[in-house]
C-alpha cells in the first residue's frame, strides 16, 4: 500500500500525492493539491485548494509539552494552510495554527501552535516561529531565524538571516520569569538586519531599520536607524526607501 487516506477525509479534485502519504481522519484537503512522498497530514488539518506540501514534512503535529513548558498546554484544532501555499520538506507545522493565502515555508523550517500567519508571508529555510506568535501579511523571514513565542511582526515586516528574538529575561530560572514573559513587537514596515538580537518586551517601530549584528536593548522609534552592540540611534531612514515611495 504506497499511501494511507482516512475514509471520512474530504478531498477535492486533481488529489496527487506520493509514496508513503498518511491522511488522517478528519483532513480537508482542496482541489487540486500536491503532496510528496512520506507526507503526513494530521487530524483536522484543513489545505486549501492548489497547496503544495513537499516530502517528509508534518502537517498538524500535536505539540508535546514538558511540565515546565511556558506554552498553554489543551486541545487545538487542526491546522488550517490558506489557499496556493507552499510547504517545504521535512517541515512540521504544529495544529492550533493558521497560515494565510499564498505563504511559503521553506524545508526544514518549523511553525509552533497557536500561530497567526498573514497572506503572502515567506517563512525562510529552517526558520523556527514558536507558540502564539502572529506575523503579518507580506513579511518576509530569512533563512535561519529564530522566531521565539509571544511575537508579534506586522505587515510588510523584513527579517534578515540568524535573526533571534527572545523572551525571557531570566533564562529559565526563577518563577518570576512566568509574570514577566514577553516577545518583541515589530511595527509594519520595519527592516531587521542579519544575526541581530532584539531583547525582550522590545517594540521596533514602523519603517525602522536595524542594522546587521545589532543587539537591540531599547524599543525603536519609527522611521530610525540604529546600529551597533548596544543598538543606537544613527538617523532617520531615508524617504526613498519608505514604503509609501515603493
Do not use: W
Not at 529552517?126 to 505587515?155: F, L
Amino acid at each position: 500500500m504506497t499511501a494511507y487516506i482516512a475514509k471520512d477525509a474530504a478531498i477535492g479534485e486533481r488529489f496527487n500525492y506520493g509514496f508513503g502519504v498518511v491522511v488522517d481522519p478528519g483532513v480537508t484537503i482542496g482541489d487540486d493539491v500536491t503532496l510528496g512522498n512520506h507526507v503526513t497530514i494530521c487530524t483536522g488539518a484543513t489545505l486549501g485548494d492548489g497547496v503544495s506540501v513537499s516530502d517528509f514534512a508534518v502537517v498538524g503535529k500535536r505539540p508535546k509539552l514538558s511540565a515546565r513548558s511556558t506554552a498553554k498546554a489543551g486541545e487545538l484544532p487542526g491546522v488550517v494552510v490558506g489557499a496556493g501555499s507552499s510547504i517545504g520538506s521535512h517541515t512540521v507545522l504544529m495544529a492550533g495554527s493558521e497560515l494565510g493565502e499564498r505563504c511559503i515555508v521553506g524545508d526544514n523550517a518549523g511553525v509552533r501552535e497557536r500561530c497567526r500567519i498573514g497572506d503572502d508571508v515567506v517563512v525562510g529555510r529552517s526558520v523556527t516561529v514558536e507558540n502564539d506568535t502572529t506575523i503579518g501579511s507580506r513579511t518576509k523571514i530569512q533563512s535561519g531565524a529564530y522566531i521565539t513565542a509571544y511575537v508579534t511582526i506586522e505587515d510588510d515586516v523584513f527579517i534578515a538571516p540568524m535573526v533571534v528574538t527572545t523572551n525571557d529575561n531570566f533564562m529559565g530560572r526563577t518563577e518570576k520569569r512566568f509574570e514577566s514573559l514577553r516577545g518583541c513587537t515589530i511595527r509594519r514596515g520595519a527592516r531587521v538586519g542579519g544575526g541581530s538580537h532584539i531583547l525582550p518586551g522590545i517594540e521596533i517601530g514602523e519603517e525602522a531599520f536595524v542594522a546587521t549584528g545589532s543587539v537591540v536593548t531599547r524599543d525603536v522609534p519609527p522611521r530610525m536607524l540604529v546600529m551597533g552592540v548596544p543598538a543606537k540611534p544613527v538617523r532617520e531612514v531615508a524617504a526613498e526607501e519608505l514604503l509609501e515611495n515603493q
